[in-house]
């Protein structure tokens, strides 16, 4: 099998993958890292896709005249959460996921910057992601906009009380989060520099803000780290299902010729192609 394959897609320099990005890498998965900005085209299908991540960023989910991709990158979460492939929204991703699927989101009465503590709702118990969270968890926030309300038949996950909607499922397989799970000090530090005027304009104390994630750093490599492994796994899985899918359909079609010697049809060829040129195809696997 070749490697999985995630896509992801970043809204701005700065806004990276981060932690997650180093934990695809260590998984040995391809990260398909797009940056629309820049000029990147977005794929129109996630056909090939074993995962699909969506980064923050300053823009909200209506600014499609600072960030006119945007209608595409929700294009692709709606086939995402239909096709059941691994989904992570962080921040805008997550806010732009409970948009493209009938939520709400707006600017909130004030920021939330820094680091936070988040709470588990019974749900994510039995959650692929969350489960085992513990009760001293923390995650860095930094967001304008929020989520206000969930789409229909997403399940609350994560809470904090004046941000409550920190974490939800959308179906089987698709997450959005409110907080940066891939941002650690490094990057905070950045975003602390070049929004220094905001910062003091709020009145808050930079310094002593960046002295605790420092001081949390540990703990939110390993928690979030962790968080980002089982999401890479569903990814690996996908792949791997795909696979046998694929071969399994394969296996069909030269049956069904063999059995019966007639010309493939122009449809079975199409199908066959297809098969064979999705990324996580077995390779030197055998029809027989």
């Known amino acids: 099998m070749n490697a999985p394959v995630i896509l992801a897609v970043q809204h701005e320099d700065g806004a990276g993958p981060g ?38 960023g300053i823009p909200g989910v209506d600014d499609v005249d600072v960030a006119p991709w945007l209608p595409a990158v929700a294009d692709l979460l709606r086939q995402a959460v239909r096709d059941e492939i691994p989904t992570l929204g962080v921040c805008l991703g997550g806010q732009l996921l409970a948009h493209a699927c009938g939520g709400t989101v707006a600017k909130a009465a004030a920021p939330q910057i820094g680091l936070f503590p988040l709470t588990a709702r019974p749900a994510a118990a039995q959650d692929a992601l969350f489960t085992g969270l513990p009760d001293d968890a923390r995650a860095i926030q930094w967001h304008y906009d929020a989520i206000t309300e969930l789409p229909p038949g997403a399940v609350p996950l994560l809470f904090c009380p004046d941000f409550p909607h920190q974490a939800y499922r959308l179906g089987p397989a698709a997450w959005g989060v409110q907080f940066h799970p891939e941002v650690l000090l490094e990057s905070t530090e950045r975003w602390a520099r070049s929004g220094a005027g905001q910062l003091a304009e709020l009145g808050m104390d930079a310094s002593a803000m960046l002295a605790e994630i420092a001081a949390a750093e540990p703990a939110l490599r390993e928690l979030w780290g962790r968080i980002a492994d089982r999401w890479i796994d569903l990814a690996t899985r996908h792949a791997a299902a795909g696979a046998d899918v694929a071969m399994d359909k394969l296996r069909e079609i030269v049956a069904d010729f063999e059995a019966d010697q007639d010309p493939l049809t122009r449809e079975e060829i199409e199908a066959a192609r297809a098969l064979l040129r999705r990324d996580h195809r077995t390779e030197g696997g055998s029809l027989a």
Request: charged share 25%; hydrophobic share 45%.
């Open 19 to 56: 932690l997650i990005g180093t934990r695809i890498a260590a998984a040995e998965v391809k990260l398909d890292l797009r940056h629309p900005w820049r000029g990147d085209a977005l794929p129109r299908s996630l056909e090939g896709v074993d995962g699909f991540l969506v980064l923050g």
